[in-house]
């Protein structure tokens, strides 16, 4: 590729104890692209999305948005660097609406002595905004954005999460197994919205178990093993069967030089 990486990882090294999970892990991310990490259970995959996320600070290494060095203490820092997570878990509020859910942690006041002072907020604002991300990104089958977040299918509650995520992510947007829980139907829908969110200039790093899904929407595939990056291939030259060989060592991965094809 001709483009500099948006999000770039040297070296990163984390140990917990005597178990290393990340081993001088690289990682790179262009512009407007789906970048797919894929790899065996305990290769180190969530230790690198943790650590480029903020979740956790790795022991070594580095990390540069747009070329710069960045070092973030804690998920709020990445997010206010415009990296936004979408955890396997969603982070919502079952109990709370959809505009309170949207807007969780950087809620919007009301203008004046009210939002200041009495720290009141601005709940019309919150609703038309998330009504508008919601609509952006065709998720208004969901009519009432005052309803609770438990009362929805997992396949809307996914997609308030991705909103929320597209809504505030103003350089990358990373997915925790989006489609693990999520039937057909919704898993189908989750996978347009990715589509959507790229479309809209994001680009987006995908962790999934799920072959199919990723040959389907991953423009580069990086597959780590080891607690390091193996290869990056593109899912248009190598199978799926390639893909399961090399992550899980029954086959030599492509020459070094794929990882920045």
Do not use: C
């Not at 949207?102 to 038309?128: C, N, Y």
């Not at 809209?200 to 607690?227: C, K, Q």
């Amino acid at each position: 590729m001709t483009t500099e990486p948006i999000l770039t990882a040297r070296g990163l090294v984390k140990r917990y104890g005597r178990v290393t999970a990340l081993n001088s892990a690289d990682f790179d991310l262009y512009p407007g692209e789906i970048l797919a990490v894929i790899g065996d259970n305990g290769a180190g995959k969530s230790s690198l999305i943790k650590a480029i996320s903020g979740a956790v600070t790795p022991d070594d290494g580095e990390i540069l948005l747009e070329g710069k060095p960045v070092q973030f203490k804690s998920p709020m820092e990445a997010r206010a660097a415009g990296i936004e997570t979408v955890y396997q878990n969603l982070a919502l509020s079952p109990a709370l609406s959809i505009a309170d859910n949207m807007f969780l942690g950087r809620e919007i006041r009301k203008p004046g002595i009210l939002g200041s002072w009495f720290r009141m907020l601005d709940r019309a604002a919150m609703e038309k905004r998330a009504r508008e991300k919601l609509t952006e990104l065709g998720l208004m089958t969901i009519q009432n954005i005052g309803q609770a977040v438990e009362t929805l299918s997992g396949g809307q509650r996914q997609g308030v999460a991705v909103a929320r995520a597209a809504a505030f992510g103003s350089r990358v947007v990373i997915m925790d197994e989006p489609t693990a829980a999520l039937g057909v139907k919704e898993s189908r829908r989750v996978l347009e919205l990715i589509l959507d969110v790229k479309r809209r200039g994001l680009p987006i790093v995908l962790i999934s178990h799920n072959m199919p899904h990723v040959f389907e929407v991953a423009d580069r595939i990086h597959i780590h093993r080891l607690g390091r990056r193996l290869t990056v291939i593109n899912p248009k030259e190598y199978s799926m069967s390639d893909a399961v060989a090399f992550m899980t060592g029954a086959k030599a991965p492509p020459e070094a030089a794929a990882i920045a094809a």
